[in-house]
């Protein structure tokens, strides 16, 4: 039986267009990641890397926040500076201070500098983030799954100085 109130039928619905990556991003928040199945390293890079592309064709010469993870008394200098030289190798903008969050491996959304970067991407301040490797965001698959999809629904990229399989 249609829906019908005063005012609305389906008829008179407005049509909604929603992009791929929104449709996929709400799914991976109502879909439990205990039943998604879990994707290797290898599709997890295949998936950043597209979208390091898309980014990267609409934008050539993109403006890079740079983002590590280390724990509580750690010195970041040695991921920083090599983060900082794949954006510089690749001719990249660095916009942002560096972004450091002193928190040791815990789940990506409670990082307050990735989610000032996060926020960068939203307000179109950065174009994408630049990292030395997939463990500056999470060493799980499935939390660094959702952090490249939140990162991809910004219209933004991850770069990594090393490749997923190189953990």
């Given amino acids: 039986m249609p829906v ?4 609305y039928t389906a008829a008179t619905a407005t049509p909604t267009h929603h992009d791929p990556t929104q449709i ?14 879990q994707k290797t390293s ?11 592309a898309a980014a990267i064709s609409r934008t050539p010469r993109p403006r890079i926040g740079i983002y590590t993870l280390v724990q509580a008394h750690q010195d970041p200098a040695v991921r920083l500076a090599v983060a900082r030289g794949l954006a510089v190798r690749n001719g990249w903008l660095l916009e ?9 491996m815990t789940d990506p959304v409670t990082r307050p500098q ?11 301040d950065i174009d994408g983030i630049a990292a030395m490797s997939r463990t500056d965001i999470s060493d799980l698959n499935g939390d660094y799954e959702d952090a490249l999809r939140r990162i991809h629904a ?3 990229f991850l770069a990594l100085a090393t490749t997923e399989t190189d953990l």
């Fill in 4 to 7: 019908t109130t005063y005012r």
């Fill in 24 to 37: 996929e991003t709400v799914l991976a928040r109502v879909v439990p990641r205990c039943i998604r199945p």
């Fill in 42 to 52: 290898a599709e997890l890079q295949a998936i950043r890397e597209a979208g390091l």
């Fill in 96 to 104: 942002r201070a560096p972004a450091v969050d002193f928190t040791g």
């Fill in 114 to 124: 990735l989610a000032r970067l996060l926020d960068a991407l939203d307000h179109d």
């Fill in 154 to 156: 910004r219209r933004g």
